[in-house]
């Protein structure tokens, strides 16, 4: 099966000042490597991460996260 610690269920999103301009719901997930390529540029100030659900911890670690 899947590591326990692995993160299954999560949305990504994108703010600018605040405010959502792009986000993304992931569920299922079987990687420990995601990359999401966006179809155009987004501006944004900042990224927020929320994990749902693991496949099977508690709690939920993120190690790296990049943004180009």
Do not use: C, F, M
């Not at 990504?12 to 569920?27: Q, R, T």
Request: glycine share 8%; aromatic share 8%.
């Amino acid at each position: 099966g899947l590591p326990h610690e692995l993160v299954k269920d999560y949305k990504v999103e994108a703010l600018l000042s605040g405010e959502v301009v792009w986000s993304k719901d992931v569920s299922g997930n079987g990687q420990r490597l995601n990359i999401h390529d966006l179809s155009e540029a987004v501006k944004a100030d900042a990224i927020r991460i929320t994990v749902l659900s693991t496949h099977g911890y508690e709690t939920a670690r993120i190690y790296e996260v990049r943004a180009y």
